[in-house]
């Protein structure tokens, strides 16, 4: 079935995951959603990710969920802000600081998709994908 947000998709599936406490989610590949993992790795929110391509334009993602000691998901809410129907674009003064840091906004700038964080510190703004706590 074609999917015509795969960003909201990813969102989706890691969300149904975390609340049905899976070990791990299957995603559809694409250099976004890999993007996207590589970020909410390197952030601590996911445990790891497999890449399995077939060809240029068709793969797998196996995103490998994380939760605490007591089974309890490190992804407590995930959410799409900027959508195909309704685009949301921020300065790097107004990328969204929430949960005292705890939360993590993920923007796609012209120097590539990065954390909220690593665009203040780049000084460069952009389109705000999601938001992660």
Not at 8 to 23: E, K, P
Not at 59 to 71: A, E, H, N, S
């Given at each position: 079935?074609?999917?015509?947000?795969?960003?909201?998709?990813?969102?989706?599936r890691?969300?149904?995951?975390?609340?049905a406490?899976?070990r791990?989610v299957d995603?559809?590949?694409s250099?976004?959603?890999?993007?996207l993992?590589?970020?909410?790795?390197?952030?601590g929110?996911i445990?790891?990710?497999?890449v399995?391509i077939?060809?240029?334009q068709r793969?797998m993602?196996?995103?490998?969920?994380?939760?605490?000691?007591?089974?309890?998901p490190v992804?407590?809410?995930i959410?799409?802000?900027?959508?195909p129907g309704l685009?949301k674009y921020?300065?790097?003064n107004?990328?969204p600081?929430?949960?005292?840091?705890?939360?993590l906004?993920?923007?796609s700038t012209?120097?590539?998709v990065?954390?909220?964080s690593?665009a203040?510190?780049?000084?460069?703004?952009?389109?705000?994908l999601?938001?992660?706590w």
């Amino acid at each position: 079935m074609a999917v015509s947000d795969t960003i909201a998709d990813f969102l989706t599936r890691i969300r149904n995951g975390t609340r049905a406490q899976h070990r791990y989610v299957d995603v559809q590949w694409s250099k976004m959603n890999q993007n996207l993992a590589e970020i909410l790795k390197s952030q601590g929110f996911i445990e790891s990710f497999l890449v399995k391509i077939e060809n240029n334009q068709r793969g797998m993602i196996r995103v490998f969920l994380r939760y605490t000691d007591q089974r309890r998901p490190v992804i407590q809410g995930i959410k799409r802000v900027s959508r195909p129907g309704l685009r949301k674009y921020v300065g790097h003064n107004d990328i969204p600081h929430f949960y005292g840091g705890l939360g993590l906004s993920i923007v796609s700038t012209s120097q590539g998709v990065m954390a909220g964080s690593e665009a203040v510190k780049r000084g460069v703004g952009g389109e705000l994908l999601c938001m992660v706590w």
